[in-house]
């Protein structure tokens, strides 16, 4: 096994925590060198969700070809390769085993450092795969379908949480309440395109918590409340937009006031989105013009690397490989994972 002094060459990124199978390899001199990204969007779109034993065995079928291709276009050959990172969690377990197992095998078999990372550490470093420099300290919103969080981040691996959803994540919300209004599969950009066309302002929707104090996040209230608008119209396709348009300003509008307040209570001045719902139009735009009036600057990876994809998490096993940081031989995953239960970079 590899000197945990090793400085690694090129590392290999697997992500496969739930519907998306990404690789990618990423050296710390060249960058990101190739990924690669395949969605089951269709396999799930018929159940109106992910279907886990579904997912884990597209995973099995996708992950070695996904691999091969990535390296192809690398113009490597596996045998270059420096490390291994895979995502470990939090996730679907059948889905993280694949992952684990994969990226575990390869190591032993080329005697090369392998570490497990963690899934929104992932997200939270994804915009520095972008040319423009980007250092911690600064505040990170991480929304996704599975958690809406407020996290300090004073360097890699050193996170105090600020704040966290209660209920339903943002991403989750969009989702349901897009499956509730017959949109569909995946209901989350369904919604936000819908939405496009309609103009703001029918109807008022709760900006859920924003009249206390604190950083939590709640959506679930939210998203009854458009239930009962939609069971109580006409539900033509006009209904449908406004309502979906109204539903995002109240998310949109809630995650902006609470970033907001991140920002002021930590005095930080750089604020980065990441994560699934990180890629809404009307985020970026309120977040980008609420940065212009409080005076911080508002940073998001480009659109490819807002979803789950394999370059965020081979860009963050590089950061704690190059570290010293990896793991022993034997096959872990963690479905649940506290972010802030991470080791700090020596």
């Given at each position: 096994?590899?000197?945990?002094?090793?400085?690694?060459?090129?590392?290999?990124?697997?992500?496969?925590?739930?519907?998306?199978?990404?690789?990618?390899?990423?050296?710390?001199?060249?960058?990101?060198?190739?990924?690669?990204?395949?969605?089951?969007?269709?396999?799930?779109?018929?159940?109106?969700?992910?279907?886990?034993?579904?997912?884990?065995?597209?995973?099995?079928?996708?992950?070695?070809?996904?691999?091969?291709?990535?390296?192809?276009?690398?113009?490597?050959?596996?045998?270059?390769?420096?490390?291994?990172?895979?995502?470990?969690?939090?996730?679907?377990?059948?889905?993280?085993?694949?992952?684990?197992?994969?990226?575990?095998?390869?190591?032993?078999?080329?005697?090369?450092?392998?570490?497990?990372?963690?899934?929104?550490?992932?997200?939270?470093?994804?915009?520095?795969?972008?040319?423009?420099?980007?250092?911690?300290?600064?505040?990170?919103?991480?929304?996704?379908?599975?958690?809406?969080?407020?996290?300090?981040?004073?360097?890699?691996?050193?996170?105090?949480?600020?704040?966290?959803?209660?209920?339903?994540?943002?991403?989750?919300?969009?989702?349901?309440?897009?499956?509730?209004m017959?949109?569909?599969?995946?209901?989350?950009?369904?919604l936000?395109?819908?939405?496009?066309?309609?103009?703001?302002?029918?109807?008022?929707?709760?900006?859920?918590?924003?009249?206390?104090?604190?950083?939590?996040?709640?959506?679930?209230?939210?998203k009854?409340?458009?239930?009962?608008?939609?069971?109580?119209?006409?539900?033509?396709?006009?209904?449908?937009a406004?309502?979906?348009?109204?539903?995002?300003?109240?998310?949109?509008?809630?995650?902006a006031?609470?970033?907001?307040?991140?920002?002021?209570?930590?005095?930080?001045?750089?604020?980065?989105?990441?994560?699934?719902?990180?890629?809404?139009?009307?985020?970026?735009?309120?977040?980008?013009?609420?940065?212009?009036?409080?005076?911080?600057?508002?940073?998001?990876?480009?659109?490819?690397?807002?979803?789950?994809?394999?370059?965020?998490?081979?860009?963050a096993?590089?950061?704690?490989?190059?570290a010293?940081?990896?793991?022993?031989?034997?096959?872990?995953?963690?479905?649940?994972?506290?972010?802030?239960?991470?080791?700090?970079?020596?």
């Amino acid at each position: 096994m590899a000197s945990i002094n090793a400085k690694p060459g090129p590392v290999l990124g697997i992500e496969t925590s739930c519907d998306e199978t990404g690789v990618a390899v990423y050296d710390r001199g060249r960058g990101l060198l190739a990924h690669a990204l395949y969605s089951q969007i269709k396999l799930h779109a018929d159940y109106g969700g992910v279907v886990p034993e579904l997912a884990s065995r597209d995973h099995v079928r996708k992950l070695l070809p996904l691999i091969r291709q990535t390296l192809a276009e690398a113009g490597m050959d596996i045998k270059d390769l420096g490390g291994v990172a895979y995502t470990a969690g939090p996730g679907l377990v059948g889905a993280l085993l694949v992952g684990a197992a994969a990226a575990r095998s390869l190591a032993w078999a080329l005697e090369i450092p392998a570490i497990a990372v963690h899934h929104m550490e992932g997200h939270l470093l994804a915009p520095m795969l972008e040319p423009e420099p980007l250092e911690p300290p600064f505040v990170a919103l991480l929304v996704s379908g599975g958690h809406s969080m407020l996290i300090d981040v004073e360097a890699v691996g050193r996170y105090r949480l600020l704040g966290d959803t209660l209920d339903d994540a943002a991403g989750e919300a969009f989702d349901k309440t897009a499956k509730l209004m017959g949109l569909p599969y995946p209901g989350g950009p369904a919604l936000a395109r819908l939405a496009e066309t309609a103009t703001p302002g029918q109807r008022r929707f709760s900006r859920p918590m924003t009249d206390r104090p604190g950083l939590d996040f709640s959506f679930s209230g939210l998203k009854t409340q458009v239930l009962l608008a939609w069971q109580d119209s006409d539900q033509s396709d006009a209904t449908r937009a406004s309502i979906a348009r109204d539903f995002e300003e109240a998310i949109v509008e809630t995650l902006a006031i609470k970033c907001r307040r991140a920002m002021l209570e930590t005095g930080r001045r750089l604020l980065v989105v990441a994560g699934g719902v990180g890629a809404n139009r009307r985020l970026r735009s309120q977040l980008a013009e609420a940065g212009a009036a409080d005076g911080f600057v508002t940073r998001f990876p480009r659109l490819e690397f807002c979803t789950d994809n394999g370059a965020m998490i081979a860009l963050a096993g590089s950061i704690r490989l190059h570290a010293g940081q990896f793991n022993d031989p034997q096959i872990r995953v963690f479905p649940r994972w506290d972010l802030q239960s991470l080791p700090a970079l020596a």
